[in-house]
């Protein structure tokens, strides 16, 4: 083997460095690592550039000898350094190509969202009662047993309270509650309005019961008021039938059954039907109850109405042809982007 005198006197075989080189070519792992193991064998104070330089002080014969090895290790290390970097580079390229970004391509677009059915259902319902006149009347969800209740014509000591199981709020002495119906939003309007009026009043509400195909602890109403100087039953009938045959868009007959609610006098409980078909039970209504107009400060020789609630839920139920109003507060995508 041919061998060479380092700079600190030892004894190198060419071709043993040759190998070793070749070695950690092989296992270079990036660019940078490669230019580190290239200056260490063949940069200027390189161990291959180091036997090269000693060949002046050597003789003839020797150096001819030497000076071949050297060169065929130089050559060959160039070669190998050279396929390694080639190799890493297109390595590289192919890297960028997945990563690269075209920003003139067109972007990716994003999946839009949509709107709740129920939301549907009240937007529907609003744009409807807008056309006949009506305002959109909101309230607090946490509300006061005053106007949950009494405001209504339902004391403390009423029977009719017990038609409610409600969340009350804790401590209880503060009687505070998560409303039952949308009706205190009546009252509240007509505390600051001075009558005439026609308003409708859509929310969520909540009841302490137990869930079924048909029950929620908490669902969505709408209910509506109007007062005026003449307003009549006959008044009532007419916006139902109107507001049903928009919503259905198919014409409709309502009908009117005498009931019983604290806040109306006289009630009576609403059933639509459109052509010849069967009679559904959609609603409560009747005449706005003379207490609940003294609670509110209206004089009931001058001023009386109606006053209707429905269930939001009911009518999306009905119009889509849903079978369990718990889908309506389930999260599930599958369910809710059919709408």
């Avoid at 020797?62 to 090895?69: D, N, S």
């Avoid at 190998?80 to 890493?88: G, I, L, N, S, V």
């Avoid at 000591?157 to 017990?162: E, V, Y």
């Avoid at 999306?316 to 059919?338: E, P, V």
Wanted: proline share 5%; net charge positive; hydrophobic share 40%.
């Amino acid at each position: 083997m041919v061998k060479y005198t380092n700079m600190e006197g030892e004894k190198e075989d060419i071709k043993a460095l040759e190998i070793k080189a070749k070695k950690e070519i092989s296992a270079a792992g990036d660019l940078k690592e490669l230019d580190q193991i290239f200056r260490a064998y063949l940069g200027k104070k390189g161990h291959i550039t180091r036997v090269l330089r000693s060949l002046a002080s050597m003789g003839e014969a020797e150096r001819k000898i030497r000076g071949k090895a050297a060169n065929d290790a130089r050559d060959a290390l160039q070669a190998a350094f050279e396929a390694k970097k080639q190799q890493q580079t297109l390595q590289i390229e192919e890297a960028e190509k997945k990563d690269h970004v075209d920003v003139t391509a067109p972007g990716t677009k994003l999946p839009k969202g949509h709107l709740h059915p129920l939301t549907h259902i009240q937007r529907k319902c609003q744009e409807i009662f807008n056309g006949m006149g009506f305002a959109v009347a909101e309230g607090p969800e946490i509300e006061t047993e005053w106007y949950n209740f009494d405001a209504l014509n339902i004391p403390k000591d009423h029977p009719a309270r017990d038609l409610w199981d409600t969340f009350w709020l804790k401590p209880k002495a503060a009687d505070y509650l998560l409303r039952t119906h949308t009706s205190p939003v009546q009252a509240r309007y007509m505390e600051k309005n001075n009558p005439p009026l026609r308003i409708i009043a859509p929310g969520r509400i909540f009841r302490y019961e137990a869930t079924d195909a048909s029950h929620e602890i908490n669902f969505y109403q709408l209910e509506g008021l109007m007062i005026g100087k003449d307003v009549s039953v006959a008044n009532f009938k007419a916006i139902i039938e109107e507001f049903y045959s928009q919503f259905f868009k198919k014409e409709t007959t309502v009908r009117l059954r005498p009931s019983y609610f604290p806040f109306t006098e006289p009630s009576f409980e609403i059933d639509m039907r459109q052509g010849k078909g069967n009679w559904l039970e959609m609603m409560g209504a009747g005449m706005v109850h003379p207490n609940v107009l003294k609670n509110v400060g209206y004089i009931p020789r001058e001023w009386k109405g109606f006053a209707f609630g429905m269930g939001l839920d009911r009518l999306a139920m009905m119009k889509y042809k849903i079978d369990d109003i718990r889908l309506l507060y389930s999260g599930d995508l599958k369910f809710l982007q059919q709408f």
